[in-house]
């Protein structure tokens, strides 16, 4: 209330009028800063000096441990299954929600955030409860020799589960926002449904997709909890990366923890990257939206 | 092609959009659909667009039943608010689109694509910027763009949602004429959608007049504005002063004033409300005869080639009067100044009537 009465009070002519003294700015800003230094910037480093501590040839050798690369290995072909199939579902419930009017529309769009709200442990746990050895089809499955819990389907089941909500969740609002206009133009003119998705959809929300399947990308890779669950812990088998770290940890290999751990912060660095890169085209994209309207 | 719309009805939930509309579109004509927002008029205009399904009744193309027609195969061009053109297409790109998605064997081929889309380029006066992109574009070149991107597939029917909404005055006023030059080369049967009575009495052939879902009137401009049929067309075409009266044997009394309403001569003393445009109300020193009432100048506004002059009659209430601008220099009327009003003509509906 104080901020917007100051704010009126002083017009906006001149810009420095409306802003705090240059004190009180340096010392939000430096607390800001602070802050940041703190609590990301300083273990980001701890990861890399840490990797480094025994030098690069150490560095290297870590990374080449059969039991790491089999967990790098799996890593990326969970990834390489987990964002495909939540780009298509991602894509398909927000072109769902976002154009169409029907029955269930909010029920569907609160389960597609269950997955953010459920803790991922619980998230694992309910694949051991449907597929373990106790669980609802663990019999069934036994009689079929089909393995799930602590083999790699559940492993990519859990991760499909908890990065569901990413690509959706990016393009639903974008969607929302750009309207049914075009798509309706573009049946007028006599394009199939698929060419209207191809050629006027598509382009107008490709760089959401990107920002969604990168944030899906580093959340399947990077997941734990949920993961650790369903994985069993299986050397050189059903270890996903951030698994391994784990065990090298808990092995007090601190080199190679660390190590295998500057992969994902590597990953964490690169995805930052391509999203101020997606966000900036998505804004840009706006924009010329609203100058159309 | 013509039209035809056989007691069509939609419902949005518990909102009736449309109930029971009839409607005749002929070949080659161009039509408006005129009334308030929330009339159903854009409704309709995308139940024959095939871009929503009736709830009841039929549409019929040259006499075929095309209800259950796709959109795809209705061969509509359809004209957005909005222009809805792709943002990621040039001009160029935008105009061929509903060539290029055409199947192979009916498409035709890059060089007869490329000289169409210029000609329809020539058509809008855009040649030179066919590689721009909508966002580079002003509001009225987008919707000219918008508009040769419909006329590109060689449309039956041309329909446009409220084509010139989004633009400013000047604009709006020289892209209307343009539309209807346009119309009368080429001669497509079009069916526009506006809330803007001028813009309908300038452009249109046939103007239909809806609210809350019915139509109220359809006729040519002059029929509609000279013989409005309901009260609520008389008040939505123009400006309108309301007098609450009685009228009996033929006679109305209306706020101090008696006048002559020969199609009631039947009535006996039935409350009634009388219409009178803002144009065609006399101002005089002397009162004529009884149909002169007395009034008292409050304000006095130019609105351009128009004077509009506030009355304020004896009971308080109000009459709005234009004159034209030569009329007022010679009456040279003050505020506060007694004068009096005579309707020259006025439009009693009975109390049946409801707006």
Partial sequence: MHVAKGFHKNGGKDGSRVSEPAAVRFLLISAALAFLALFLLLPLTAVFVEAFAKGWEAYLAALHEPDTLSAIWLTLITAAICVPANLFFGIVAAWAIAKFSFRGKSLLITLIDLPFSVSPVVSGLIYVLIFGLQGWLGPWLQAHDIKIIFAVPGIVLATIFVTFPFVARELIPLMESQGRDEEEAALTLGASGLQTFFRVTFPNIKWGVLYGVILCNARAMGEFGAVSVVSGHVRGSTNTIPLQVEILYNEYSYAAAFAVASLLALLALVTLAIKTVAEWKIQQGMSINEGER | ?355
């Fill in chain 2, 1 to 355: 092609m013509s039209i035809e719309i056989e007691g069509v009805g939609k419902n949005f939930g518990l909102f009736s959009a449309l109930s029971d509309v009839q409607l005749t579109v002929p070949s080659g004509e161009l039509v408006a659909l005129l009334g308030p927002s929330g009339s159903g008029k854009t409704t309709l205009l995308r139940i024959i667009a095939g871009l929503e399904k009736p709830d009841s009744g039929r549409i019929l193309f040259n006499g075929e039943e095309a209800t259950n027609r796709d959109v795809r195969e209705r061969h509509v061009g359809f004209v957005f608010q909005h222009y809805a053109l792709f943002r990621h297409m040039t001009v160029f790109e935008n105009i061929a689109f509903g060539l290029t998605v055409q199947p192979k064997k009916s498409r035709l081929s890059k060089g007869q694509i490329r000289d169409k889309v210029f000609t329809l380029l020539k058509l809008i006066q855009l040649e030179q910027l066919w590689d721009r992109y909508p966002a580079q574009l002003s509001g009225g070149q987008r919707q000219r763009v918008a508009l040769a991107r419909a006329l590109a597939v060689e449309p039956q029917v041309l329909l446009l949602d409220e084509p010139f909404g989004a633009l400013d005055a000047k604009v709006r006023l020289e892209l209307r004429r343009w539309l209807r030059r346009l119309h009368d080369e080429i001669h497509v049967t079009s069916v526009f959608v506006t809330h803007d009575q001028e813009e309908a009495l300038e452009v249109a052939d046939r103007i239909v007049v809806m609210n809350q879902g019915k139509i109220e009137q359809q006729g040519t401009p002059s029929e509609v504005y000279d013989r409005p049929a309901t009260p609520f067309v008389f008040d939505f075409l123009g400006n309108v002063n309301l007098f609450q009266g009685r009228v009996h044997e033929g006679m109305a009394q209306m706020g101090g004033m008696q006048l002559s309403s020969p199609e009631h001569s039947g009535t006996n003393n039935v409350p009634a409300v009388g219409y009178v445009r803002s144009h065609d109300i006399e101002i005089e020193r002397v009162p004529l005869d009884a149909s002169s009432v007395q009034a008292e100048v409050r304000y006095i506004l130019s609105v351009g080639p128009l004077v509009r002059i506030d009355l304020a009659l004896s009971g308080g209430e109000g009459i709005e009067v234009d004159l034209s601008r030569d009329v007022a220099d010679k009456l040279d009327l003050q505020v506060g100044e007694k004068v009096f009003a005579r309707p020259r003509k006025m439009r009693v509906f009975t109390d049946d009537y409801q707006i």
